[in-house]
């Protein structure tokens, strides 16, 4: 069948690493059909909006899309929000999935998943000022429906994998949001029989992840815990050149590189595109084309064990060369199974 694709580049290296990315894809000899949409920084100066409504209907339409990263200004400006926060919550993309795999020349024996609730928390916008600006609150709202929801997708993940769930909070002191949280997946996860669950305060987790990583298989938690946490397990297998991760919900997944825009390097050719190109392979993956995902994957293992290298990775290489190498290899695995 013919997947339709949303191709969000967005701004700064997006742009560089999401062609890389498609290049890749059409090299599996999949019949894709690509849909270019807009969104981000350099969007909301054009059209005023960081999200325009034809990117939202558009995806709509799509069965998976490829997102780049957008570049966000750190002081507010008027009537810019993040649209990756917005297409989350939009399009009820509810759980974002960050595997964390051991690759050539990276530490060994790491194969976990960070399962992270995506639609609420401390990212549910709701922030403001008292005090005339002298005190900030920023409310984190926390439901029994979308803790249930991401612990379930946990659970059934877990299955395929090596059985052990790990929920991470904070509960004994945000007795509230955690606590909810933490009832709610455990009260799912009673329902898996056959899986291993455990719990961890966030901060022995992020400790346990540094001196222990081999020892997990599904975490899952709450959106800003899972963001944080992930940033550091990629830390453990090659840093954010070789980081993907998902966004999905029941009807779309949009896939992504764990990293940001990279101004720093932008327009340089530089940028590592293999996060992206990993990000194909998990949306193959969740398109049910495992097999043609498994050979993507190997390309890219194959490019870091004898391949060219980017900067990031200590070598000397173009985005394009290593898309090229990455290309052919999957293009010869096809050939010779
Ligand atoms: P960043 O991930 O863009 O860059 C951090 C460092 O890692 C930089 O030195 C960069 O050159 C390097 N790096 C990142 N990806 C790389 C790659 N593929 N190849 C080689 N080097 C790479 O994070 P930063 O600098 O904190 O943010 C830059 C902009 O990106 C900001 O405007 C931020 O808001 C945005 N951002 C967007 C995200 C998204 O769209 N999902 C996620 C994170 C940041
Ligand atoms: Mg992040």
Same mark, same amino acid.
């Given at each position: ?169 904070? +509960?004994? /002191? @945000?007795?509230?949001?955690?606590? =909810? ?5 455990? #009260?799912? *996860? !009673?329902?898996?029989? %056959? ?79 293999? +996060?992206? /190109? @990993?990000?194909?392979?998990?949306? =193959? ?5 495992? #097999?043609? *995902? !498994?050979?993507?994957? %190997? ?39």
């Amino acid at each position: 069948m013919t997947y339709r694709i949303g191709l969000i580049p967005g701004d700064g290296i997006g742009r560089e690493v999401i062609p890389a990315a498609g290049q890749v894809l059409a090299a599996t000899g999949i019949p894709f059909e690509w849909l270019p949409l807009k969104a981000g920084w350099a969007c909301f100066q054009e059209q005023g909006t960081a999200l325009p409504e034809e990117t939202l209907a558009g995806l709509r339409t799509c069965h998976a899309a490829l997102f780049g990263a957008v570049s966000s200004p750190s002081t507010p400006v008027a009537g810019y929000r993040s649209p990756i926060v917005q297409m989350r919550q939009s399009l009820d993309l509810y759980a974002n999935l960050r595997p964390v795999r051991s690759l050539p020349g990276t530490r060994e024996g790491i194969d976990l998943l960070i399962v992270r609730e995506n639609t609420e928390g401390l990212y549910a916008g709701r922030e403001r000022l008292e005090d005339g600006g002298a005190t900030a609150i920023a409310e984190r709202v926390i439901t029994r429906r979308a803790s249930a929801r991401i612990g379930r997708l946990a659970c059934q993940l877990a299955q395929t994998r090596r059985g052990l769930v790990t929920i991470v909070h904070k +509960a004994n /002191i @945000l007795r509230e949001t955690c606590g =909810l949280f933490r009832g709610a997946v455990l #009260e799912i *996860a !009673s329902e898996f029989p %056959g899986l291993k669950v455990e719990e961890m305060l966030v901060d022995t987790a992020a400790l346990r992840l540094v001196q222990s990583p081999e020892r997990f298989d599904v975490l899952v938690t709450t959106n800003l815990f899972g963001d944080i946490l992930s940033d550091e397990a990629a830390a453990l297998v090659g840093g954010l050149g070789l980081a993907p991760s998902g966004n999905v919900g029941e009807m779309l997944g949009i896939f992504e590189p764990v990293h940001g825009s990279a101004p720093d390097i932008a327009g340089k050719g530089i940028a590592n595109p293999l +996060a992206a /190109i @990993l990000a194909g392979a998990m949306m =193959l993956e969740w398109l049910r084309e495992s #097999e043609v *995902a !498994s050979h993507v994957r %190997g390309a890219v293992e194959e490019s870091l064990s004898t391949g060219p290298r980017t900067p990031d990775l200590g070598g000397k290489a173009a985005t394009g060369e290593v898309t090229a190498f990455v290309a052919e290899g999957v293009a010869h695995r096809l050939l010779v199974p």
